[in-house]
């Protein structure tokens, strides 16, 4: 598990699969950006929520981008960010991405203490 108090983590960078869970208890706000680099065309990353580390069940979704609806032509960022208090997240790839010579989507997450 990610557990990085200062500047980015990379919780995902790959075309399928579940990333690194976060545990983001304390901060008061939680930074998420997405990248998807030239010629992707195709794909879903969802974010998710538990309030337990690595719990088996189906997770809370927070957030859903699709290619095809929610990002800028690629290449492209989307950033947003999360009001605390949260328990652990994690991107899990729903629709496995396509398109360009290195299909892929990376989510780096910040957490933010204090006010």
């Not at 995902?12 to 983001?24: P, Q, R, S």
Request: with cysteine; proline share 6%.
């Amino acid at each position: 598990m990610a557990t990085q108090d200062t500047g980015w983590v990379t919780l995902l960078d790959a075309a399928t699969g579940t990333g690194n869970e976060l545990e983001c208890s304390g901060a008061t706000q939680v930074g998420i950006e997405y990248e998807i680099p030239t010629g992707v065309s195709a794909g879903v990353v969802v974010l998710e929520h538990s309030a337990v580390p690595g719990y088996a069940g189906t997770w809370a979704q927070l957030d859903s981008e699709d290619v095809s609806g929610g990002f800028a032509a690629a290449p492209s960022k989307q950033f947003f960010t999360f009001p605390g208090p949260l328990g652990v997240i994690r991107p899990r790839i729903s629709t496995t991405f396509s398109g360009g010579a290195g299909p892929k989507v990376t989510v780096r997450a910040k957490r933010m203490f204090g006010q």
